[in-house]
């Protein structure tokens, strides 16, 4: 099995050799802590290991406080691309010459806040879920492009903590894209995406597909816990988004001495090395590289 590069030197060989292909990863720590840039380094090493960089897909409701822009400059000359988030899918359109998909996706982007349950009215609420809904195509067309182009490897950034993840519009989303896309027979996702046109496009359709479970997705969580080892010590409940996870990475702060370092610790990795060392991290022009 090919493993893919975290981005991060020192880090693939700590565990393995890197992160398992069909499986999700999850990068929990507190805002500012480098979750950002590591999933960026991620997704930017597919340039050299598969031919073709990740993509982005940022479930920021309160506009882009990532950054995604200015570290896609800085570290890799990259200038983003945004796509439509509610862009109608066109069957012929994407068998065209000349057809572009953004290789950025701003799911929830302009709400201004928060979007669960508890922080909207009924009206609200069923408004924004309407509004869910028509993007739906064009997030499950975004990707699709992207993975019949070689892509592999995808970031979803800015999962914010709830108490009750089902309250949660970001939860809900990322439930589906995980199984409903990522974890799906590309074949299916198919005839999700074209419907009545597949059976005429499927001859066009079928030698673009890519292998399944091929893709591994990177999801940047945003912990309230800033100490690495509050986070260790946190336990999780069944069927939450850290107990489906393959890999488990906590990102935090550490006292070393008189003072605080970065440091991250892989607290799970299924089918693979897991050390058990705390490891300590800087962040640099280049990104994000291990320390003694």
Same mark, same amino acid.
């Given at each position: 099995?090919?493993?893919?590069?975290?981005?991060?030197?020192?880090?693939?060989e700590?565990?393995?050799g890197?992160?398992?292909?069909?499986?999700?990863? !999850?990068?929990?720590?507190?805002?500012g802590?480098?979750?950002?840039?590591?999933?960026?380094? &991620?997704i930017?090493?597919?340039?050299?290991?598969?031919?073709?960089?990740?993509?982005?897909?940022?479930?920021t409701?309160?506009?882009d406080s990532?950054?995604h822009?200015?570290?896609?400059?800085?570290?890799?000359?990259?200038?983003?691309?945004?796509?439509?988030?509610e862009?109608?899918?066109?069957?012929?359109?994407?068998?065209a010459?000349? &057809?572009? !998909?953004g290789?950025?996706?701003?799911?929830l982007?302009?709400r201004?806040?928060? %979007?669960?349950?508890?922080?909207?009215? &009924?009206?609200?609420?069923?408004?924004?879920?309407?509004?869910?809904?028509?993007?739906l195509?064009?997030?499950?067309?975004f990707?699709?492009?992207?993975?019949?182009?070689?892509?592999?490897r995808?970031?979803?950034?800015?999962?914010?903590?709830?108490?009750?993840?089902?309250?949660?519009?970001? &939860?809900?989303l990322?439930?589906y894209i995980?199984?409903?896309?990522?974890?799906?027979?590309?074949?299916? %996702?198919?005839?999700?995406?074209f419907?009545q046109?597949?059976?005429?496009?499927?001859?066009k359709?079928?030698?673009?597909?890519?292998?399944?479970?091929?893709?591994?997705?990177? !999801?940047?969580?945003?912990?309230?816990?800033?100490?690495?080892?509050?986070?260790?010590e946190?336990?999780?409940?069944?069927?939450?988004?850290?107990?489906?996870?393959n890999t488990i990475?906590?990102?935090?702060?550490?006292?070393?001495?008189?003072?605080?370092?970065?440091?991250?610790?892989?607290?799970?990795?299924r089918?693979?090395?897991?050390?058990?060392?705390?490891?300590?991290?800087?962040?640099?022009?280049?990104?994000?590289?291990l320390?003694?």
């Open positions: 099995m090919t493993r893919l590069s975290t981005g991060i030197p020192g880090l693939d700590k565990i393995g890197g992160l398992i292909p069909g499986t999700m990863t !999850v990068l929990a720590g507190s805002s802590i480098g979750k950002t840039q590591f999933g960026l380094q &991620f930017g090493a597919g340039t050299e290991a598969e031919g073709a960089r990740g993509v982005i897909f940022d479930m409701a309160r506009g990532q950054n822009g200015d570290y896609a400059s800085r570290l890799f000359n990259w200038t983003l691309s945004a796509e439509d988030a862009r109608r899918f066109d069957a012929d359109a994407f068998f010459p000349g &057809f572009t !998909v290789d950025y996706f701003a799911a982007a302009g201004g806040k928060r %979007v669960t349950r508890r922080d909207l009215d &009924f009206d609200d609420w069923r408004e924004w879920k309407s509004s869910l809904a028509r993007r195509d064009a997030a499950i067309a990707l699709f492009t992207h993975f019949t182009r070689g892509v592999r995808l970031l979803i950034d800015g999962i914010e903590p709830v108490t009750h993840q089902g309250d949660s519009i970001q &939860f809900e990322l439930e995980y199984h409903q896309i990522l974890q799906k027979e590309p074949d299916w %996702v198919a005839r999700d995406l419907r046109d597949f059976l005429r496009c499927r001859e359709i079928t030698p673009l597909l890519w292998p399944a479970r091929s893709v591994a997705t990177l !999801v940047s969580y945003t912990a309230p816990e800033s100490s690495l080892e509050a986070l260790i946190k336990p999780f409940d069944e069927g939450d988004l850290l107990a489906q996870a990475i906590y990102m935090g702060k550490i006292r070393d001495g008189v003072r605080f370092r970065r440091a991250m610790y892989v607290a799970k990795h089918g693979s090395v897991c050390p058990d060392e705390i490891l300590f991290y800087e962040i640099g022009d280049g990104g994000i590289t320390s003694d």
